[in-house]
């Protein structure tokens, strides 16, 4: 528990080759099933203060009440997934605290000396930003809004998790917009 964010609620693993990570995780590891979309429709994306639209392929699915995220990037937009890989690292790229009032939490991470680098939404209400790492190379953090969507999706994700019997590994990300 981190007094300043509360629980981690994701670890985000940047991969090479999605599809082959997520047979490793569900096959070696049990962990499954695997949420697959192979292009996240992020919207307001700005890293560094520009306007850019990434094309990332993201997969989730939870061990216990941890959620796993895996990365791949498609294109070369500006990222810190990307400044993670040019920087010669593979592996866990960022860790993730979830919040319901995202502008307030926002307001005093800023505060407290948290610089945005990286920031959009998934669907509404489901805003996040990544804090520059200056301070810790390697893994970043992040905060995601959960409020809209985005979080009854998290929430389908980790019940699916429970019990899971190995049977549909991949599964597609819900549509947003009906959930």
Known sequence: MSRFFGEIR????VVDDIEKAMDYWSRELGIGPWFYNPRVPIVNYRYRG?????????A?????PLQM?????????PSMYADFLKAGNKGLQHVAYWTEDYDADLSRL?????????SGEVGARGRFVYFDTEYHPGTVIELSEVAGPKGKMFDLIRKAAKGWDGRDPVRPFPDLTKL
Not at 70 to 76: C, H, P, T
Not at 110 to 118: D, I, N, S
Request: aromatic share 8%; charged share 20%; hydrophobic share 35%.
């Open 69 to 77: 995220e895996l990365i791949q990037i498609r294109n070369d937009a």
């Open 60 to 64: 989730l699915a939870n061990s216990g």
């Open 110 to 118: 800023e505060a407290e000396g948290f610089k945005p680098v990286m």
């Open 10 to 13: 994701q670890a985000g693993y």
């Open 50 to 58: 520009k306007a850019y639209e990434p094309h990332n392929s993201v």
